[in-house]
């Protein structure tokens, strides 16, 4: 243990969630000695990974996935997106590379621990470490320091792993021009699209290619699980009157956490953009940089900045006169953010040269970084107080109500001994909730895991807390043809014309190879478009995205201007010609050889670490327990 925990003696509990902590315990979780005997998820070459652990790991990646996906995070996409299995396979990269990380001697003692914590800004009072924020920021998150501290030295092991494999990704200047003239070079393609719609009118219903069809796609008719449930709910809003909150309370929390309320100096700007394109010659930079020049001396003779913007801008704020509004630092480009917040209330910069051309800066006014005072905190620190004490309160009330739940076969009875109204819903499916409280992942889940007919224990929801009294479950089947006739006759269709599309385009693609492509087309009826110029990687103009399509027509060639196959795009099949390439210049522009060495350095380092941790899998003795599988 570090001397960290001998400087201080334990504080009093504050239940506040630091991103730091959160971070940390991705992968590590916390768990007693007793835990870690009393079950296991996986064994890594002998080393057991935890049901604490995992626990941790899944929380941290389903909250994560619901501040990327918001309401859209339903039980279906959470099964697409893997988290169990993503939960389970993190923790056993992370254990290999720190046993690997041991082999290899790699070590970091205690001062290299305490150094790093005391850098720490959360756990800094004017810009000092304090022994005291530090005890009482972990005693809120019921972490001991020995506990943290042993997570702080796993992760700079972590960290110096990976800077030996960042050794290995020197990059030189060959490398940087090749890649460039690689990623800047465009192309120009032609195509014709055959749309299933277009057929779809002329398909017909064969009974027996139906029934063929039917049988062979069975399972995508399949009519789900459906259940019923009659459910207690405990909100945390019905218990807030019950909390009263300390005003001492309120005012240390504020002591400690004022590092969580700081601003950071911000700006609020106008901008206006003359685009210079990755291969333009110097004629065109020349006068990029002189229109530049002109609108900025415009502007600083009192011209309005935002007609200025409208009329010239060729940015995405352009139509609001070139409005960007207050944006903190770490939001621009680093030659953008120098000259930004440079500037005074009302400057207007000289033109500003970045990959993306010249830019010029009105800044419309500022405001210095400062720490929001405690009267301007204090009410959401007391709601904040009071949600937690009403949750807590909530939780007793339902934990009280499941200890009478024995015997119990209707909930309507639970609810009378504890004067509350029981409620109903269903039936419904797990793929189609219903609206309002079952369209929460856990209680969905948590739902159709429960066996029929008996009261199951507390569900912790995001309003509160939930009894669960499943009263009927209809199990999934099979339907007959006659049952779903008219949505099999549908897609039965609908696939038919995707048929018919996709053969056209294939019998079309085998005569242009050898015949005239405007004659061809113009005989079938199709009309040829070109596209615009695009990268590689890029969206394709008039198609969209297409990743299959963009990498084999950038390896297309005006002796060999046709691919082998037919592109299926947006629903169409696509049949496509090489029209164009535009070369990139032998020069790169000075300013994109920091960035283009960065792109580089990242993807070896994604391919080495990739590497040598599958190389560690392969001779690694695993077990995974089945229910994690």
């Known amino acids: 243990m570090l001397s960290l925990m001998r400087r201080q003696a334990k504080s009093w509990f504050i239940k506040l969630a630091l991103g730091l902590i959160a971070v940390v315990f991705v992968f590590w979780g916390v768990g007693s000695y007793s835990e870690r005997r009393a079950s296991r998820v996986a064994l890594v070459n002998g080393q057991i990974i935890t049901l604490a652990e995992y626990n941790q790991a899944y929380h941290n990646l389903l909250e994560s996935a619901r501040r990327r996906f918001g309401k859209s995070l339903d039980e279906e996409l959470i099964k697409q997106l893997n988290l169990r299995q993503q939960a389970v396979q993190q923790l056993i990269s992370e254990t290999l590379v720190l046993q690997a990380a041991e082999r290899a001697g790699v070590v970091v003692g205690d001062e290299a621990v305490l150094a790093d914590i005391e850098r720490e800004p959360a756990f800094q009072r004017d810009g000092k470490f304090s022994p005291q924020l530090y005890q009482r920021v972990l005693a809120a998150n019921r972490l001991q320091p020995a506990e943290f501290e042993a997570s702080r030295r796993r992760s700079l092991i972590m960290q110096r792993i990976q800077s030996r494999v960042a050794l290995a990704s020197l990059v030189t200047p060959a490398e940087i021009k090749n890649y460039y003239q690689w990623s800047a070079e465009q192309i120009k393609i032609s195509y014709v699209a055959f749309d299933p719609a277009t057929y779809r009118p002329k398909m017909k219903v064969d009974e027996a290619e139906l029934k063929t069809f039917f049988q062979a796609n069975q399972e995508a008719y399949r009519v789900p699980e459906r259940i019923e449930v009659d459910y207690l709910a405990f909100p945390t809003k019905d218990y807030l009157d019950q909390v009263s909150v300390n005003p001492k309370q309120v005012r240390e929390i504020y002591d400690i956490t004022q590092e969580s309320y700081a601003e950071p100096e911000q700006v609020k700007l106008r901008h206006i953009l003359f685009p210079v394109p990755a291969q333009a010659n110097e004629e065109e930079i020349n006068q990029a940089k002189a229109k530049a020049e002109e609108v900025a001396a415009q502007a600083k003779a009192g011209q309005d900045f935002a007609e200025l913007a409208k009329a010239n801008s060729q940015g995405a704020e352009a139509a609001k006169g070139g409005e960007v509004g207050w944006l903190p630092r770490g939001q621009l480009m680093p030659e953008l953010e120098e000259a930004a917040f440079g500037l005074d209330k009302g400057q207007v910069s000289e033109p500003i040269r970045t990959r993306l051309g010249f830019h010029l800066l009105k800044v419309e006014d500022k405001k210095a970084a400062r720490v929001k005072p405690f009267e301007e905190v204090k009410a959401e620190i007391e709601q904040s107080l009071k949600e937690d004490g009403a949750r807590e309160k909530a939780l007793r009330a339902a934990e009280q109500a499941y200890g009478l739940s024995s015997g119990v076969k209707q909930m309507s009875q639970l609810a009378a001994q504890i004067n509350k109204q029981a409620q109903h819903v269903g039936p419904f499916s797990n793929a189609e909730p219903p609206q309002g409280h079952f369209s929460q992942p856990n209680l969905l889940e948590a739902a159709f895991d429960q066996p029929a007919g008996e009261v199951g224990p507390v569900i912790e929801g995001e309003d509160g807390y939930y009894l669960l009294l499943v009263t009927k479950k209809t199990p999934s089947y099979l339907p007959k043809l006659e049952e779903v006739a008219s949505q099999v006759q549908e897609d039965f269709l609908t696939e038919q014309a995707r048929k018919k599309a996709h053969q056209q385009a294939e019998e079309f693609l085998k005569q242009v190879r050898t015949g005239d492509w405007p004659g061809l087309a113009q005989k079938a009826g199709l009309k040829i478009e070109e596209t615009e110029a695009f990268s590689r990687g890029a969206e394709i103009p008039g198609l969209g995205y297409d990743q299959a399509l963009s990498e084999i027509a950038f390896r297309l060639t005006a002796a060999e201007p046709w691919p082998e196959q037919v592109f299926e795009v947006g629903g169409k099949f696509v049949v496509a010609r090489f029209e164009e390439r535009l070369e990139a ?44 599988l």
């Not at 000075?590 to 960035?595: D, N």
């Open 585 to 628: 210049g032998q020069d790169k522009p000075a300013e994109s050889e920091e960035v283009i060495g960065g792109v580089i350095r990242t993807q070896r380092r994604q391919e080495l670490g990739f590497a040598w941790l599958e190389a560690l899998r392969q001779k690694a003795s695993i077990e995974i327990d089945q229910r994690f």
